[in-house]
């Protein structure tokens, strides 16, 4: 049995923003260090609290793994003579090894026989190793936002006041500018601050909850959700909360106590998004509703300090929520003085970006663009979506948007059903913001569909026109989600609309704005779709061969991009899929400098090619049908039927002729098969065995 480790570092309130991550880093880095030392561990668990952070380790090895260091040395020939006797290379090589001569051995490579030596380097013992081990941990962690503090060099989330760090119930001593490790934690700042001795991690928790600490945070939202729950079924409703809420709460306190407060009922004529948005994203309370969904005028907050008269501190962040729906109260009904269409000239002000004009323009941009491709895709849609693309932005010059950036959109479509607009048009000003984050909801409707692609193909084009494009560390501008959310509209709503399609109308309405050529920017905005769509389908589960070899052929129908990607995943367990992509991996090396190709049957000489043809002419019409139809799976299968001949034409066929006629003709014969596959991918980008 091997021993348990538990260590924690206790700090200042951590940002609760960073502790979902701060618990994944944590594992992958310990598990990461553990490998490369050659360290055997199970059972890794990570938790976290606004104060301290925690590893525990329940299996942990006593000592390193032992290690085989294997040396090679001159080569067999050179280190012994004829009669097998050690040559100065190979007593300099023992010598430099510190072995003796007949301890060398041959070692079979690849380039043939040399001699060497194995040596097996005994592993530390884990005490010995564990300091270094921890304090490595503690500055790999990574922070969005680090700081350091007093005199010290150390960076760190927040300032660090203690460390545990137990193995196999001892202490492992190590040092941290001025924190000394020890076997001792904290409880709560306010209702136990006093430190406590801890011997293992069932201690460890026993203690921390008699210390008004929670240090599972899978607990804490456990306790969070019955709590509130039971808190809003006393109210009368039930209780309304996001995931994204819930993990927030959870990672504000250490000890979660439920407080519920009420509001007046005057503020329930308050727009209902106004008023969530207000609790959640501002008060961090969970809203309370009835069984038909409509907001309960009351509200559940999680303190983290079990108060002594809960009424004062329920009356206290009933003051916090009067004052900030009173000041929405006043803005909504100042907004609606302004129909929301007198606010577009309003834009005219606004700058979007210094280097894009203002937000007007923009407007007036996309709101081109929807209408094109709203008479490419659904003509009928376009009188409603050149009236949503219009007004899509105006909420942005309202009181309400000033105060709460939150609303932008949600707001708009209130106003603008106040304001007369049709449902439709209202739905689209909402719809067109959407998706806000990844794997987010959907537009659905048409409308807003349109203008939601039209604005964010706005803005990629226009960013990457101007230089400002995204790095691997910074996306000021949101392109990726941007990018992200017109593949999955168009994926979602099936649109037959091209990606060069959209560049182009998009380009074209910037009217020299712009210093490099559309054929620049083009080639940078598509190679920035394809590694959307990369990541994108890997993710998905798709191996990152198959996304490659169809990203390869071509990707600007989306909607046929990701019906060849499931075609050739499925199609990769054909027993024929493996042996004809080494086959066209070969015909794609041939290929590489041949351009031009131009087949004339008449010039060929053997059986075996006069077969590759028939086959191929016999094939491709089948395959072209197939694809006419998007079946692609079946286009797939009818290609794998050409493998007998593809296999005969390279046993028996000389492609490189020295007659320059026959072997120009040949290399037209692979080109015209090649292009065929390449109608669905490229299969040299294939990872094969063969």
Not at 348 to 355: E, N
Not at 440 to 453: F, H, M, N, R
Request: glycine residues 6%; hydrophobic residues 45%; proline residues 4%.
């Amino acid at each position: 049995m091997n021993d348990e480790l538990l260590f924690e570092i206790g700090t200042e309130e951590i940002p609760a923003g960073f502790l979902s991550k701060a618990i994944t880093d944590m594992k992958e880095i310990i598990e990461k260090i553990m490998a490369e030392k050659r360290i055997a561990c199970r059972g890794i668990t990570c938790l976290a609290t606004p104060r301290r952070l925690v590893v525990h380790i329940a299996d942990l090895a006593k000592k390193q793994e032992d290690q085989t260091i294997e040396k090679i040395g001159p080569a067999k020939k050179a280190a012994y003579d004829e009669k097998g006797k050690p040559t100065k290379a190979a007593l300099g090589f023992a010598r430099g090894l510190g072995i003796d001569v007949s301890e060398l051995e041959i070692i079979k490579t690849e380039k043939g026989e040399y001699i060497g030596a194995r040596k097996i380097v005994a592993g530390s013992p884990m005490a010995q190793l564990l300091p270094e081990i921890l304090s490595g941990f503690i500055t790999s962690l990574p922070f969005r936002k680090s700081m350091r503090w007093g005199s010290y060099d150390l960076r760190f989330a927040r300032p660090i006041h203690w460390i545990l760090a137990i193995y196999d119930g001892a202490v492992i001593h190590l040092q941290l500018e001025n924190i000394s490790s020890s076997n001792k934690s904290r409880g709560h700042r306010f209702m136990s601050p006093a430190s406590f001795v801890v011997s293992d991690f069932n201690d460890y928790l026993a203690k921390t909850k008699k210390n008004h600490v929670i240090a599972d945070p899978e607990e804490r939202k456990k306790i969070i959700i019955a709590e509130a729950q039971k808190a809003a079924a006393q109210a009368g409703g039930k209780l309304y909360y996001t995931d994204e809420l819930l993990e927030t709460i959870t990672f504000l306190v250490e000890f979660p106590v439920i407080i519920r407060g009420d509001f007046d009922e005057k503020f329930l004529k308050i727009p209902k998004e106004v008023i969530i948005t207000t609790m959640i994203s501002h008060q961090k309370y969970f809203p309370v509703v009835n069984d038909q969904g409509e907001l309960l005028p009351c509200f559940i907050a999680v303190s983290n300090t079990k108060p002594r008269d809960e009424s004062i501190v329920a009356r206290g962040n009933e003051r916090v929520l009067r004052a900030r729906l009173a000041d929405a109260q006043f803005f909504f009904e100042e907004d609606k003085k302004i129909p929301l269409e007198n606010r577009v000239d309003s834009l005219k002000k606004v700058v979007f970006h210094t280097l894009l004009g203002t937000s007007y323009e923009k407007v007036m941009r996309f709101r081109k663009l929807a209408i094109k491709i709203s008479q490419k895709i659904n003509p009928a849609a376009k009188d409603n979506v050149d009236r949503a693309a219009l007004l899509a932005k105006a909420d942005l010059e309202t009181q309400m948007v000033g105060e709460f950036s939150e609303l932008q959109g949600v707001i708009g479509r209130q106003y603008a059903l106040l304001s007369g607009e049709k449902q439709l048009v209202a739905d689209a000003i909402y719809e067109h913001y959407l998706p806000t984050a990844a794997g987010g909801e959907l537009p659905k409707t048409d409308e807003g569909a349109i203008v939601g692609i039209a604005d964010k193909m706005d803005s990629i084009v226009g960013f990457f026109g101007v230089g400002l494009v995204p790095t691997g560390t910074a996306d000021p501008y949101a392109l990726r989600r941007q990018a992200l959310g017109i593949i999955n509209i168009i994926l979602s709503k099936r649109y037959a609309l091209p990606l060069d399609y959209l560049f182009e109308e998009s380009f074209s309405f910037f009217e020299n704005t712009f210093k490099k050529s559309s054929a620049e920017i083009k080639k940078e905005v598509l190679q920035f779709f394809a590694g959307r769509l990369e990541n994108l389908f890997i993710s998905q589960g798709y191996q990152y061969d198959t996304v490659d070899a169809v990203l390869a052929a071509d990707f600007n129908d989306l909607v046929a991009f990701e019906e060849k990607v499931r075609a050739l995943h499925a199609f990769r367990q054909n027993p024929d899929f493996e042996p004809i992509s080494i086959a066209f991996k070969r015909v794609d090396n041939i290929l590489k400098s041949f351009n031009n190709p131009n087949l004339d049957v008449k010039l060929f000489t053997t059986e075996a090619e006069k077969n590759l043809f028939a086959s191929f002419a016999q094939t491709r019409d089948n395959v072209t049908a197939e694809i006419n139809k998007s079946d692609y799976f079946k286009a797939l299968t009818e290609l794998a039927v050409l493998r007998p001949s593809v296999d005969a034409f390279f046993d028996s066929v000389m492609v490189m002729d020295k007659d320059q006629k026959i072997q120009f003709n040949r290399l037209s014969l692979l080109a015209e098969i090649s292009a065929m596959f390449h109608k669905i991918a490229d299969f040299s980008k294939i990872v094969t065995v063969g």
